[in-house]
Antibody
């Protein structure tokens, strides 16, 4: 059974870089699937951030692309998110998830999420 | 970018009633690429329906999905107390691009 767990700082200062890691258990991420990040500002809806394929290829939400980097470390069975130049608008619950379906079209399962607050 | 508009924003029903949730896309979406999630307060979203009408593993058969083109529907045949939550639709399209609807709260 695949399980995902997000980890990283809960507080990031404006203009700095937000860094999160998703640790995957129960499946080797190098074996297949896309792996993705989604966020949810407090009290609001879901926003897709980006996905990474097991081969390492990535695709990003165009609205975040200029500040975003998603990478994977197969030796640790984890993938990571880095979002630079953060502002208060980046405050959100951040979820990682496995991406399933043809072409990588839906998310299942999800991690429990980690809340990141951008504030000085 | 394909915009998904969900209606109604809030749906007020009693247990045992039928729930019909709508998701309308700004342009045609392949049926293989429409997904529905349920999110309860303080929890991560949970996959309900993928490919517009395929029920995910472990999801009760009172949940069903339908639709094509730009109009998709999630139906709960008889609402149970544990079904009160927020429901999101999501689409995948080439580019690739993934977007979510704004959600429908079932209360």
């Amino acid at each position: 059974q695949v399980q995902l767990q997000e980890s990283g700082p809960g507080l990031v200062k404006p203009s700095e870089t937000l860094s999160l890691t998703c640790i995957v258990s129960g499946y080797s991420i190098s074996s297949g699937y896309y792996w993705g990040w989604i966020r949810q500002p407090p009290g609001k809806g879901l926003e897709w951030i980006g996905n990474i394929y097991h081969s390492g290829s990535t695709y990003y939400n165009p609205s975040l692309k200029s500040r975003l980097n998603i990478s994977m470390d197969t030796s640790k069975n984890q993938f990571s998110l880095r979002l630079s130049s953060v502002t208060a608008a980046d405050t959100a619950m951040y979820y990682c998830a496995r991406v399933r379906g043809s072409s990588g079209s839906y998310f299942d399962p999800w991690g429990q999420g980690t809340l990141v607050t951008v504030s000085s | 970018e394909i915009v998904l508009t969900q209606s109604p924003g809030t749906l007020s029903l009693s247990p045992g009633e039928r729930a019909t949730l709508s998701c309308r896309a700004s342009q045609s979406v392949g049926s293989s690429y429409i997904t529905w999630y349920q999110q309860k307060t303080g929890q991560a979203p949970r996959l309900l329906i993928y490919g517009a009408y395929n029920t995910a593993t472990g999801i009760p058969d009172r949940f069903s999905g339908s639709g094509s083109g730009t109009d998709f529907t999630l139906t709960i045949s008889r609402v149970e107390p544990e079904d009160f939550a927020v429901y999101y639709c999501q689409q995948y399209s080439s580019s690739p691009s993934i977007t979510f609807g704004q959600g429908t709260r079932l209360e």
